[in-house]
């Protein structure tokens, strides 16, 4: 009966050598029994073999014995990279609706005390700029770049119809409630979404999103 002989190079690596004849078989057909294999000996049970098997590596082209842990470590660095960024998501979301909120009934606050929405906004900008400027010259490591005309003005149109959208929203807060200004925010996707069918021809949303955005 052919059987398969396990040899275990120094990589580690189980190979199969050439089919041998049984000793039995090769004495009764008259011929020499084969030599027996010196060399590691063979994993003792499947899940042995397996563990050999996981802990080899592919690397130019050939295999290698990865180092003790190896595999867990790059896992388990996976799987926390992945709990960072989802904790990240959520952390961003909530400090977005955190200042968007506060900062409607700041200026709710302001245009009570100061009546005018230009200058209320001026301020704004100016303390935002003087922030980043203080952010760069405490943190020079950080990438931050300085304005230019070069690159602020490709985005000049967007700026200015963002700085309308604030204007009527700081605007609209002198003669209407938080809340009402809150809910007319929120339905902004909706006439964005037919604007874009409108301007652009793309498709309406679907079920679905009709009731996301409901």
């Known amino acids: 009966v052919p059987q398969c002989l396990v040899k275990v190079v120094s990589a ?5 050598l050439a089919a041998q004849p049984s000793p039995r078989a090769a004495m009764a057909n008259g011929a020499a029994p084969p030599a027996p294999v010196i060399g590691k000996r063979a994993p003792e049970n499947a899940d042995e073999d397996g563990e050999e098997m996981d802990n080899l590596v592919e690397e130019g082209g050939s295999l290698k014995r990865a180092p003790g842990g190896e ?12 709990q960072g960024s989802r904790a990240a998501i959520v952390f961003g979301v909530a400090l977005y609706a955190f200042c968007s909120s506060t900062l409607l009934v700041i200026n709710k606050v302001a245009m009570h005390l100061a009546p005018s ?3 209320i906004l001026f301020f704004q900008f100016l303390s935002s700029a003087l922030a980043v400027r203080s952010l760069r010259a405490v943190r020079p490591e950080m990438d931050i770049e300085l304005l230019t005309w070069s690159k602020a ?6 700026t200015l119809v963002f700085y309308l959208c604030l204007f009527s929203n700081t605007q609209a807060l002198k003669s209407v409630n938080v809340e009402t200004v809150i809910v007319v925010r929120s339905c902004s996707p909706i006439a964005v979404a037919l604007l874009e069918r409108a301007t652009l021809g793309r498709q309406l949303p679907s079920m679905l999103g009709i009731v996301a955005l409901l």
């Open 153 to 158: 003005k490709p985005f000049a149109l967007a």
């Open 12 to 16: 580690g690596v189980p190979q199969c």
């Open 71 to 82: 595999q867990k470590k790059v896992a388990q660095t996976d799987q926390d990279e992945a």
């Open 117 to 119: 929405a230009p200058l």
